[in-house]
């Protein structure tokens, strides 16, 4: 049947376009392989809504129009809202009508939503196709702190926040979840760039669905955009949120935010109990790396570091520890030649000091190979003053040397 | 006026030739009768007519099915349904009434119920055309009404209505590809002389098969076609200001016999409505600019304007399209369709 073999190739086109766009190649080698239908059988193992999606796309593709009719009813019974599932079903309906020719075969449809649609579709599948082994671990987290319950990591290549557990310092994954990012993608520079910003971000408020306008879903978590480095940068903006969808919407095209992460609600209600207001790391990538080997090696050089800087400070070896830190270096109000001067001055007042070093975490920065950030509780003991402090750090690598480029209270 | 010759299946009313035997006059008479009645539009006496005879012959099936076809007439959709279902149950065997219970239940909108429907017709007729035919209908239907939640389309979108077909009347020899089937004791004598000829189709204006004239867009003709435009729009003004005038007479008289109702409904449901709409407000002024013709051939016309509506408690405007059929020396509206 002509129609069929027609659905059957705009399948296959999803199906191709997951394994191009799949972000490493030994996931997106399986995606390629429709016939491979382990990873299928995976996600139909569990009912997630996604995965009910993929087994009616599946009947599709396996010429089971009446299965996949009867899947995406049954997805829509539970999720009304759900417009790319209403879209299939019309593709499913016009089929049977025999007057379809290509996805989103709606007459006068405006072209960008079924170009959305499209690409909730193909980013979905591509979700269930290329799920990457659970037992990898994201390089961003080289450490982590034991308050730490959750860390997330936002792969926007993959429109997926992947949760993670923090089990003794190490990361264990937890589950995943579609998300929408800005219209325009990523790499946020300036307010209103519709863009989602990429970096290390903490979630700093849990804002109650009932304080919020219907649109923002069931709840919002308000990021630290812009952090430290950003401002260092002069990127400006501000109100980047994780947050749900409005009352009348399932879920969003990949690319439909102004910069916000949005979730589905069901997905935001089910993040919600991972989230620690002011300890939960977000770190919003452009792709995902997986940590290997030598990842273990430069921790290791790094961790020497903080140690010898805090080692220096203690002894009030002056010189060395300044010496850590890079001359580019600032704080929130101190270039480096005012910063040393003070260093310089507090120091000589003492006679002896104390540092330690606790609840340490450490995430390398997306999109910037040689940066760090270091997260500690310091605790500061001196002759004439003590105290404890929540810091942050910045470390670069310069000429294969950890330094400091940025230090403050966090 | 009767709907079932604007709709876009052409099978046509057949009538009089039922039987031939002589023993039967009475029944061809009556029922002959009624059909004439009823194709005349005389609604009410047909169903007289119809009544009468059902008082001595209860569970005939010709006649049951000719009143389930005046109530549809008539706009009494509930008692049509009734009607028909009734049938389905006492003659499962007969796609025509699940057909036609379908195009009911689609009217309603209730489109998984005349699926259903449908699918009985065809499992009992597996190469009956007309109820595959509306199948697909019911499909595009129901796809269009996935689509609008998908896209969230304007629900005055008609690009995808499509009117499906009323079978009018029981065992028509032409429309299913199977022999008609077998017929319970009631109906013997139905069912031994129930051929009819073809070919004595109405001369009442049938239409193409299915709804491909209702997309036909009028290329520039090869053939040098009349410039009738002046005469084109001198009508749409006229129509507009018969509805600025809010005279419903005159207003309706600028739709042609074969108007194709926006929603598929009948004449006398559309007719209603529109007497409704041009009554109740205390003012209408209706605008058209920018319009422009296009001749498909001398006597048709597609006209494309701007219309501004507004009314005593509404004001729109928006494009309409108007396909308009040359009759006598007067130009009709055939369809009407917002954009």
Same mark, same amino acid.
């Given at each position: 049947?002509?129609?069929?073999?027609?659905?059957? &190739?705009?399948?296959?086109?999803?199906?191709?376009?997951?394994?191009?766009?799949?972000?490493?190649?030994?996931?997106?080698?399986?995606?390629?392989?429709?016939?491979?239908?382990?990873?299928?059988?995976?996600?139909?193992?569990?009912? &997630?809504?996604?995965?009910?999606?993929?087994?009616?796309?599946?009947?599709?593709?396996?010429?089971?129009?009446?299965? +996949?009719?009867?899947?995406?009813?049954?997805?829509?019974?539970?999720?009304?809202?759900?417009? %790319?599932?209403?879209?299939?079903?019309?593709?499913?309906?016009?089929?049977?009508?025999?007057?379809?020719?290509?996805?989103?075969?709606?007459?006068?449809?405006? =072209?960008?939503?079924?170009?959305?649609?499209?690409?909730?579709?193909?980013?979905?599948? /591509?979700?269930?196709?290329?799920?990457?082994?659970?037992?990898?671990?994201?390089?961003?987290?080289?450490?982590?702190?034991? /308050?730490?319950?959750?860390?997330?990591?936002?792969?926007?290549?993959?429109?997926?926040?992947?949760?993670?557990?923090?089990?003794?310092?190490?990361?264990?994954?937890?589950?995943?979840?579609?998300?929408?990012?800005?219209?325009?993608?990523?790499?946020?520079?300036?307010?209103?760039?519709?863009?989602?910003?990429?970096?290390?971000?903490?979630?700093?408020?849990? %804002?109650?669905?009932?304080?919020?306008?219907?649109?923002?879903?069931?709840?919002?978590?308000? $990021?630290?955009?812009?952090?430290?480095?950003?401002? #260092?940068?002069?990127?400006?903006?501000?109100?980047?949120?994780?947050?749900?969808?409005?009352?009348?919407?399932?879920?969003?095209?990949?690319?439909?935010?102004?910069?916000?992460?949005?979730? +589905?609600?069901?997905?935001?209600?089910?993040?919600?109990?991972?989230?620690?207001?002011?300890?939960?790391?977000?770190?919003?990538?452009?792709?995902?790396?997986?940590?290997?080997? /030598?990842?273990?090696?430069?921790?290791?050089?790094?961790?020497?570091?903080?140690?010898?800087?805090?080692?220096?400070?203690?002894?009030?070896?002056?010189?060395?520890?300044?010496?850590?830190?890079?001359?580019?270096?600032?704080?929130?109000? $101190?270039?480096?030649?005012?910063?040393?001067?003070?260093?310089?001055?507090?120091?000589?007042?003492?006679?002896?000091?104390?540092?330690?070093?606790?609840?340490?975490?450490?995430?390398?920065?997306?999109?910037?190979?040689?940066?760090?950030?270091?997260?500690?509780?310091?605790?500061?003991? &001196?002759?004439?003053?003590?105290?404890?402090?929540?810091?942050?750090?910045?470390?670069?690598?310069?000429?294969?040397?950890?330094?400091?480029?940025?230090?403050?209270? *966090? | 006026?009767?709907?079932?010759?604007?709709?876009?299946?052409?099978?046509?009313?057949?009538?009089?030739?039922?039987?031939?035997?002589?023993?039967?006059?009475?029944?061809?008479?009556?029922?002959?009768?009624?059909?004439?009645?009823?194709?005349?539009?005389?609604?009410?006496?047909?169903?007289? #007519?119809?009544?009468?005879?059902?008082?001595?012959?209860?569970?005939?099936?010709?006649?049951?099915?000719?009143?389930?076809?005046?109530?549809?007439?008539?706009?009494?959709?509930?008692?049509?349904?009734?009607?028909?279902?009734?049938?389905?149950?006492?003659?499962?065997?007969?796609?025509?009434?699940?057909?036609?219970?379908?195009?009911?239940?689609?009217?309603?909108?209730?489109?998984?119920?005349?699926?259903?429907?449908?699918?009985?017709?065809?499992?009992?007729?597996?190469?009956?055309?007309?109820?595959?035919?509306?199948?697909?209908?019911?499909?595009?239907?129901?796809?269009?009404?996935?689509?609008?939640?998908?896209?969230?389309?304007?629900?005055?979108?008609? *690009?995808?209505?499509?009117?499906?077909?009323?079978?009018?009347?029981?065992?028509?020899?032409?429309?299913?590809?199977?022999?008609?089937?077998?017929?319970? *004791?009631?109906?013997?004598?139905?069912?031994?002389?129930?051929?009819?000829?073809? +070919?004595?189709?109405?001369?009442?204006?049938?239409?193409?098969?299915?709804?491909? &004239?209702?997309?036909?867009?009028?290329?520039?003709?090869? +053939?040098?076609?009349?410039?009738?435009?002046?005469?084109?729009?001198?009508?749409?003004?006229?129509?507009?200001?018969?509805?600025?005038?809010?005279?419903?007479?005159?207003?309706?008289?600028?739709?042609?016999?074969?108007?194709?109702?926006?929603?598929?409904?009948?004449?006398? *449901?559309?007719?209603?409505?529109? /007497?409704?709409?041009?009554?109740?407000?205390?003012?209408? =002024?209706?605008?058209?600019?920018?319009?422009?013709?296009?001749?498909?051939?001398?006597?048709?016309?597609?006209?494309?304007?701007?219309?501004?509506?507004?009314?005593?408690?509404?004001?729109?405007?928006?494009?309409?399209?108007?396909?308009?059929?040359?009759?006598?020396?007067?130009?009709?509206?055939?369809?009407?369709?917002?954009?």
């Amino acid at each position: 049947m002509l129609s069929r073999a027609l659905i059957y &190739s705009l399948l296959c086109s999803l199906l191709i376009g997951a394994a191009h766009t799949s972000p490493d190649s030994v996931h997106a080698a399986q995606a390629s392989a429709s016939t491979d239908q382990k990873p299928l059988q995976r996600a139909i193992n569990s009912y &997630s809504t996604e995965a009910q999606l993929a087994k009616s796309l599946q009947a599709i593709n396996n010429n089971r129009l009446d299965l +996949a009719l009867n899947e995406v009813n049954s997805l829509l019974r539970v999720n009304p809202n759900f417009k %790319l599932a209403h879209l299939v079903k019309g593709d499913l309906l016009m089929a049977r009508a025999g007057a379809i020719d290509h996805f989103g075969s709606a007459a006068n449809a405006p =072209r960008d939503k079924i170009e959305d649609l499209r690409d909730e579709a193909r980013v979905r599948l /591509q979700r269930v196709l290329s799920q990457p082994d659970s037992a990898l671990k994201p390089r961003f987290l080289w450490k982590l702190d034991a /308050q730490q319950k959750h860390v997330l990591v936002v792969d926007t290549s993959r429109a997926t926040l992947f949760v993670y557990e923090n089990v003794n310092g190490e990361p264990r994954y937890v589950t995943d979840f579609y998300i929408t990012i800005g219209k325009l993608g990523t790499e946020k520079v300036s307010e209103g760039d519709k863009r989602t910003p990429i970096g290390v971000y903490f979630i700093k408020a849990d %804002l109650p669905k009932s304080k919020l306008a219907d649109m923002y879903g069931s709840g919002a978590y308000p $990021l630290s955009y812009p952090n430290e480095w950003d401002r #260092k940068n002069k990127r400006t903006g501000s109100g980047i949120w994780l947050h749900g969808t409005p009352s009348d919407t399932y879920s969003r095209p990949p690319r439909a935010s102004d910069g916000c992460v949005v979730l +589905a609600n069901e997905d935001l209600n089910k993040l919600a109990p991972y989230l620690q207001v002011g300890i939960t790391p977000v770190i919003i990538t452009n792709r995902m790396d997986w940590s290997n080997e /030598q990842d273990h090696d430069e921790r290791d050089a790094l961790l020497q570091a903080i140690e010898q800087w805090r080692g220096d400070w203690s002894s009030l070896n002056t010189d060395a520890y300044l010496g850590h830190y890079a001359r580019n270096f600032s704080s929130d109000s $101190l270039s480096y030649q005012a910063w040393a001067k003070q260093k310089r001055l507090v120091n000589s007042a003492k006679s002896w000091i104390k540092v330690g070093v606790s609840n340490l975490s450490i995430f390398t920065y997306p999109e910037q190979p040689d940066m760090v950030v270091v997260n500690f509780e310091q605790s500061y003991n &001196s002759s004439n003053l003590s105290n404890r402090m929540k810091k942050r750090q910045y470390w670069i690598r310069q000429n294969n040397r950890w330094q400091i480029i940025y230090e403050g209270a *966090a | 006026m009767n709907m079932f010759n604007r709709s876009h299946h052409c099978l046509a009313l057949i009538i009089g030739v039922w039987l031939s035997g002589a023993s039967l006059a009475a029944y061809a008479d009556d029922i002959q009768d009624a059909n004439k009645l009823f194709k005349q539009g005389q609604h009410s006496q047909a169903l007289d #007519k119809v009544n009468e005879f059902l008082a001595n012959n209860p569970k005939d099936a010709q006649a049951r099915f000719l009143k389930g076809l005046i109530f549809t007439e008539q706009g009494k959709t509930a008692e049509s349904i009734k009607v028909f279902s009734a049938l389905t149950e006492d003659y499962p065997e007969l796609p025509e009434p699940y057909n036609n219970l379908a195009v009911l239940y689609a009217g309603q909108g209730q489109y998984d119920k005349a699926k259903l429907a449908l699918e009985m017709a065809i499992r009992t007729h597996p190469s009956y055309a007309t109820a595959h035919e509306n199948l697909g209908d019911i499909y595009a239907k129901m796809a269009s009404q996935a689509y609008d939640r998908a896209l969230q389309l304007d629900r005055s979108n008609t *690009a995808t209505k499509t009117k499906l077909a009323m079978i009018q009347d029981l065992f028509a020899g032409g429309a299913r590809s199977k022999s008609a089937p077998a017929h319970s *004791a009631e109906t013997p004598v139905i069912a031994a002389t129930n051929k009819p000829e073809p +070919a004595k189709t109405e001369p009442v204006a049938p239409v193409a098969n299915k709804p491909a &004239s209702v997309e036909k867009v009028p290329e520039p003709a090869a +053939a040098p076609v009349a410039d009738n435009s002046g005469e084109v729009l001198k009508t749409v003004n006229a129509w507009a200001a018969a509805w600025s005038a809010k005279n419903v007479n005159k207003y309706l008289s600028f739709y042609a016999a074969d108007f194709k109702t926006p929603n598929g409904e009948s004449r006398a *449901a559309w007719k209603a409505t529109r /007497q409704e709409r041009l009554s109740k407000p205390n003012f209408i =002024r209706v605008g058209i600019s920018n319009a422009t013709v296009k001749f498909s051939d001398n006597d048709h016309a597609t006209v494309e304007f701007s219309q501004s509506y507004h009314a005593s408690h509404l004001k729109t405007s928006g494009n309409k399209t108007l396909q308009m059929v040359k009759t006598g020396d007067n130009w009709l509206i055939q369809e009407e369709r917002a954009n």
